[in-house]
């Protein structure tokens, strides 16, 4: 498969680039700085998604039958990258013939609101007592910035006519690729309050070959 990855030299970033490198993938890895990133086979586009270049985006896209996103805010210095990174993203792939993407997003970002969904559901599903009512409401708070970010994020893949999968994950650590983490459609895991960040990369490549998580979120946890 020919993919596009984005943002592939962040924490999800490099687990993406080189799983899907060491799976045989054709891969084209947009970064802001080449330098940074890991010595692997993948043709590289130089583009800063905090102020998009499209003739840069749509040499990215070329020939891709998808597309792999680990956007976000490293710092407030960063706050809206994620919302105008996957805009002018999505603008791209509807320009290239594009329509598979897969990005990564936040466990908490369903009770998030965001300019098109400003009262979202107060609690989510799959969450128990401890998670509901004392971690999520002070993590929101702590990162109001970066969620809402993420929050406009999602909404922009919501409102487009892109096949769509977000995957969503609670607290991210560098542990080891495992695989045996849990999942579950449309909702957050309960007890899931970590996954390590190359066990989410394998999750959304996982999501590329399956078509009942298009259009959908998908929650991630140890």
Do not use: C
Not at 165 to 181: A, E, F, H, K, Q
């Amino acid at each position: 498969m020919k993919l596009t990855i984005f943002a592939a030299t962040g924490g999800i970033g490099r687990h993406l680039l080189e799983q899907a490198t060491a799976a045989g993938h054709e891969v084209t890895a947009v970064v802001r700085r080449p330098d940074a990133l890991p010595s692997v086979p993948a043709r590289v586009v130089t583009a800063d998604l905090a102020a998009a270049d499209p003739a840069a985006l749509a040499a990215a896209l070329a020939g891709a039958d998808a597309v792999l996103s680990g956007l976000g805010a490293r710092g407030k210095k960063d706050a809206g990258v994620a919302w105008r990174g996957t805009t002018a993203i999505a603008s791209a792939m509807r320009a290239s013939g594009v329509r598979r993407i897969v990005v990564v997003s936040a466990a908490p970002i369903g009770q998030v609101p965001s300019p098109g969904r400003p009262r979202p559901p107060r609690h989510d599903a799959g969450d128990g007592f401890f998670t509901r009512y004392l971690l999520s409401p002070g993590i929101r708070t702590v990162l109001r910035t970066h969620y809402a970010d993420l929050a406009r994020m999602e909404e922009v893949l919501r409102d487009s006519d892109l096949d769509w999968t977000v995957v969503r994950p609670p607290r991210l650590t560098d542990g080891p690729l495992t695989t045996t983490y849990r999942t579950a459609l449309d909702q957050n895991l309960r007890g899931g309050v970590a996954i390590s960040r190359a066990d989410v990369a394998h999750r959304m490549l996982r999501a590329l070959d399956e078509p009942d998580t298009v259009r959908h979120t998908v929650g991630i946890a140890d």
